[in-house]
């Protein structure tokens, strides 16, 4: 708690000097550019979070190295972690900054007298000692989430995505460049999550821009249900309730839909973190005997697909994984916790090194692996953290309430060697869940309501389950029965009609109605698959011009609205940097992509749309550059001028 409070007080002292910081700011448009920045308000609230992921455990394991034993009551530092938040809220408002440093010197107060407070800690027990196991009454719930998820018509579910990028920048774009040998993320192209998704994919795709599109959702969708089923088994054996586990695992399903295309962005699924819970089974069985390695090993081994896959996740499971392995068995094992980082970090260059070859061994390499997350850590808007207490408040305050005190009870739990090994082995998960349920949250802790959030919130609602069911273990039958009611309705009730008045998508059921899944086909029938006019454009004529005009192995610039399409179609790989080209987020891909092109292939439907942000501008390059010397189809050969 005193962590978290030193974070606050650091974030309100940035706050009443932020006109006086250096400014940097993301902007999509113009690319990553600080000169543009505006007063630096981002840089605060980052600041913030970033320190609180690292400075809680770092706290957490300095108490221990120092006490050896453990200290404060729940209630107090649930009341510190509530007046720091408040705080927070009111920093932000120029004219509140008084009631906020009053809130913090409360919360120091607070802070003060738990370090008195010597509270026994209850041991991490599951709610019975009954060992995991599958029965039939599981494998029901396993058919309903696969009824609830898979849709009955997946090209309907793709064709309906139209206009959004998403999965092409993150699957389609850079498998694409696997049609080309030794091309190297950060050096040849831009992998916008991981460097080793397009790898992945590129062996999946199939053939052409349709069997491309559908298997970006339906790798999606599948990643999706396998994370709820998982998660459902895992909360079952935390809280022994196979109602309320397959309850709440259904709603934060249902809440992931939003808007009436569903599955188009995988980053609003767990598609970022498919090794979510199978990374905190692995490491929490290593707490079960921190002598032996091997669980740790697999851990760190996922850990390491994790950075490929997804580079920001695999970072958090990097430090949680580290941080726990410290822990576990008595503070502090060195030795596990230097395995741990040593066996990621090594694992993850020698699969690069199998993937990408030698050139992977470059600072270009390193660099284009972690801009994204100084990108999207620094985006948004330069707004302070401002929550109104709508439905997101349960995602910016009690969650992280819960988790942040989690991870202090936990670390003190876990260092403890005479506790069983079920009890290190839940403690574990609790303290696994815990921080890297903190870190997803600290990406959207300003944006409205979004689906993100709801898939981002998954550690920090299965932790909180588990103490709701701690605390209601004592309960009298009939009031644990009343609560539990009163719970099922507010669910159904915030399914219903979740909303928010500066981002009015669907959402939940509403947004659930819409979607064709195997639940609602015996009921409804789905209307015939239209694809949208543009990819209607693609058809042999243009796809036998682009390879006629090519090698198979060489790098083909399309300028077109749906350049991923032709090139799919034509199993050629990108000359743009990035895909799809004329959303790059950055400008640079813009020089980096037309300087080296000798010719390109021209869609006149590129005319049709000035919206996108770059077609003026490489219009204004093909008049001045480039001249044209044959068309086939909708598709027109340029030569760059001598």
Same mark, same amino acid.
């Given at each position: 708690m005193a962590a978290l409070l030193g974070c606050a007080v650091a974030y309100v002292v940035l706050l009443l000097l932020k006109n006086h910081l250096p400014s940097f700011q993301s902007n999509f448009v113009e690319g990553f550019d600080m000169a543009l920045a505006d007063k630096n308000c981002d840089f605060c609230k980052k600041a913030f979070y970033g320190s609180l992921f690292l400075s809680g455990p770092i706290a957490a394991a300095a108490a221990l190295y120092a006490t050896h034993q453990s200290s404060g009551s729940l209630t107090l530092s649930t009341i510190t972690a509530s007046l720091v938040y408040l705080a927070l809220h009111a920093a932000n408002d120029t004219g509140r900054s008084g009631i906020a440093i009053a809130l913090l010197a409360a919360a120091a107060i607070t802070v003060s007298l738990n370090r008195g407070a010597n509270n026994y800690f209850p041991a991490a027990k599951p709610s019975t000692d009954t060992r995991f196991s599958v029965r039939a009454a599981d494998l029901l719930v396993i058919v309903f989430l696969a009824l609830l998820l898979i849709p009955s018509d997946l090209e309907g579910v793709t064709a309906a995505v139209r206009d959004e990028s998403h999965k092409v920048s993150y699957f389609i774009g850079p498998a694409l460049y696997g049609y080309a040998p030794g091309l190297v993320p950060g050096l040849d192209y831009h992998s916008h999550y991981g460097p080793a998704l397009g790898?992945? @994919?590129?062996?999946?795709?199939?053939?052409?821009?349709?069997?491309?599109? !559908?298997?970006?959702?339906?790798?999606? &969708?599948? &990643?999706?249900?396998?994370?709820? &089923?998982?998660?459902?088994?895992?909360?079952?054996?935390?809280?022994?309730?196979?109602?309320?586990?397959?309850?709440?695992?259904?709603?934060?399903? %249902?809440?992931?839909?939003?808007?009436?295309?569903?599955?188009?962005?995988?980053?609003?699924?767990?598609? /970022?973190?498919?090794?979510?819970?199978?990374?905190?089974?692995?490491?929490?069985?290593?707490?079960?005997?921190?002598?032996?390695?091997? $669980?740790?090993?697999?851990?760190?081994?996922?850990?390491?697909?994790? =950075?490929?896959?997804?580079?920001?996740?695999?970072? @958090?499971?990097? %430090?949680?994984?580290?941080?726990?392995?410290?822990?576990?068995?008595?503070?502090?094992?060195?030795?596990?916790? =230097?395995?741990?980082?040593?066996?990621?970090?090594?694992?993850?260059?020698?699969?690069?090194?199998?993937?990408?070859?030698?050139?992977?061994?470059?600072?270009?390499?390193?660099?284009?692996?972690?801009?994204?997350?100084?990108?999207?850590?620094?985006?948004?808007?330069?707004?302070? +953290?401002? $929550?109104?207490?709508?439905?997101? +408040?349960?995602?910016? =305050?009690?969650? *992280?309430?819960?988790?942040?005190?989690?991870?202090?009870?936990?670390?003190? /739990?876990?260092?403890?060697?005479?506790?069983?090994?079920?009890? /290190?082995? %839940?403690?574990?998960?609790?303290?696994?869940?815990?921080? &890297?349920? +903190?870190?997803? !949250?600290?990406?959207?802790?300003? /944006?409205?309501?979004?689906?993100? $959030?709801? *898939?981002?919130?998954?550690p920090l609602v299965i932790v909180t389950a588990w103490w709701i069911r701690q605390f209601s273990a004592g309960w009298r039958p009939s009031f644990r029965r009343a609560a539990g009611a009163t719970a099922a309705v507010a669910t159904i009730l915030a399914l219903l009609f979740v909303q928010d008045k500066n981002n009015p998508h669907l959402y939940g059921l509403r947004s659930y109605a819409t979607y064709p899944s195997l639940l609602r086909w015996p009921f409804v029938s789905s209307p015939p698959v239209t694809w949208q006019e543009d990819f209607d454009q693609i058809t042999e004529t243009e796809t036998k011009f682009i390879q006629d005009k090519t090698r198979p192995d060489e790098r083909v610039l399309i300028i077109a609205l749906r350049d991923w399409a032709y090139l799919a179609q034509a199993h050629r790989a990108p000359l743009a940097y990035f895909m799809p080209f004329l959303v790059s987020f950055d400008a640079r891909f813009l020089d980096r992509s037309m300087t080296p092109a000798d010719r390109l292939f021209y869609d006149s439907m590129v005319e049709r749309r000035p919206e996108y942000p770059y077609v003026q501008e490489v219009m204004k390059r093909i008049k001045r550059d480039f001249v044209a010397v044959e068309t086939r189809g909708n598709l027109t050969l340029y030569e760059r001028r001598h």
């Open positions: 790898w992945f @994919f590129h062996l999946i795709m199939g053939d052409g821009w349709k069997s491309a599109a !559908m298997r970006a959702a339906g790798l999606n &969708i599948a &990643i999706t249900l396998a994370t709820y &089923i998982q998660a459902y088994f895992l909360l079952n054996y935390l809280i022994r309730s196979k109602l309320a586990a397959s309850a709440i695992i259904t709603a934060l399903a %249902v809440l992931a839909f939003s808007t009436a295309n569903q599955f188009y962005s995988p980053s609003a699924y767990p598609t /970022r973190f498919p090794l979510l819970i199978v990374f905190a089974f692995a490491i929490s069985l290593h707490c079960t005997a921190p002598g032996r390695l091997t $669980w740790l090993i697999v851990s760190a081994i996922m850990c390491a697909l994790s =950075l490929l896959w997804q580079t920001e996740i695999g970072l @958090f499971f990097l %430090v949680t994984g580290t941080f726990v392995a410290a822990i576990a068995g008595g503070f502090p094992s060195y030795r596990n916790a =230097l395995v741990f980082a040593v066996t990621s970090i090594a694992a993850a260059i020698l699969m690069c090194l199998m993937l990408f070859g030698s050139r992977a061994f470059s600072l270009d390499f390193l660099i284009e692996c972690f801009r994204p997350i100084i990108l999207y850590g620094t985006g948004w808007g330069s707004t302070p +953290i401002k $929550w109104d207490f709508g439905w997101g +408040i349960i995602y910016n =305050l009690p969650l *992280q309430i819960v988790g942040c005190i989690t991870v202090g009870w936990a670390s003190i /739990r876990l260092s403890r060697p005479y506790d069983s090994a079920r009890d /290190r082995f %839940v403690t574990g998960l609790l303290l696994t869940l815990s921080m &890297i349920g +903190i870190a997803l !949250m600290i990406k959207w802790v300003n /944006r409205t309501l979004d689906a993100v $959030w709801h *898939q981002n919130a998954l």
